[in-house]
């Protein structure tokens, strides 16, 4: 009988794999590039929503705490006129306080419903980037209610975004700052687009240095466009009145002050 030879199958050699240095680089660069992604994510979505609720809800604790000191609410005449302001007389001007200190509160209703920030003395990193302040007042510009221009800034987009929607605002748009003293209602006049140099925006009359003026202005700046900061975008709004802490707050922002009340 022959013997059956079974053939036994040859091994075959798996060549390896070689793993060079820019394999391994390429790798580690994609991975830090996606880290980065996520991390962009997070400032400017998450962190800034973050940011934005906590500045909010200490605008509006700052809010009640001077309404909480007003003085017993007063009974002005009324006007002929429903739609004409009453005449409260000229408004009353603070001192400015120390740089990073609370002057104000801002509404805007443009910006939403719940919007508000409090405005701090300066625009430095500590002010703008703050988990309580979020809008900053230029220093050696006006304050609520003085003749010449009151400047503020804040970031458009993350860090709480004090003026993310700074290009929806409309003409005759309300522009509201609550001081200890009472309310300032400013009303949104054009918007302009400078460069960042333009620091002639901040003058007592925007963009005429030199000029003495003569309105009581108010200007909302931010940087421009979205995500960047090539140019500046500029808000520049009017006073209207104003009206002591204890006549209650402006019929449009009523409802938001007292749903703040409820909820404190």
Do not use: K
């Not at 500590?126 to 010449?148: A, C, F, I, K, W």
């Not at 003409?171 to 700052?177: A, E, Q, R, S, W």
């Not at 209650?248 to 703040?260: F, L, M, N, R, Y």
């Amino acid at each position: 009988m022959t013997e059956a030879h079974v053939a036994t199958p040859t091994r075959r050699r798996r060549a390896r794999r070689r793993v060079s240095v820019v394999g391994v680089l390429g790798e580690l660069l994609i991975t830090a590039g996606v880290l980065v992604l996520l991390f962009l994510a997070w400032q400017l979505w998450w962190n800034d929503a973050v940011m934005a609720n906590q500045q909010t809800s200490s605008a509006a604790s700052q809010s009640q705490e001077w309404i909480g000191q007003a003085e017993a609410p007063v009974t002005p005449q009324e006007p002929a006129d429903p739609a004409t302001p009453i005449d409260y007389g000229e408004p009353p001007v603070a001192a400015p306080p120390e740089h990073g200190e609370i002057l104000g509160v801002l509404y805007v209703p443009r910006y939403g419903p719940e919007y508000a920030r409090n405005i701090a003395v300066g625009t430095t990193f500590d002010v703008l980037n703050s988990m309580y302040l979020g809008v900053g007042r230029y220093e050696n510009t006006q304050m609520p209610g003085e003749v010449g221009n009151m400047a503020l800034a804040a970031h458009r987009s993350a860090w709480g975004g004090g003026m993310h929607l700074i290009n929806e605002l409309q003409l005759g748009d309300g522009i509201y700052v609550q001081t200890p003293d009472g309310y300032y209602t400013y009303r949104f006049r054009n918007l302009e687009y400078v460069q960042p140099s333009a620091g002639d925006v901040l003058a007592p009359v925007p963009r005429q240095e030199g000029v003495a003026p003569a309105e009581r202005l108010i200007t909302l700046t931010s940087c421009n466009p979205l995500l960047s900061t090539d140019e500046r975008i500029i808000a520049y709004g009017v006073f209207e009145s104003w009206q002591p802490l204890s006549a209650g707050p402006p019929a449009e922002i009523a409802a938001q002050v007292a749903a703040q009340a409820q909820e404190g």
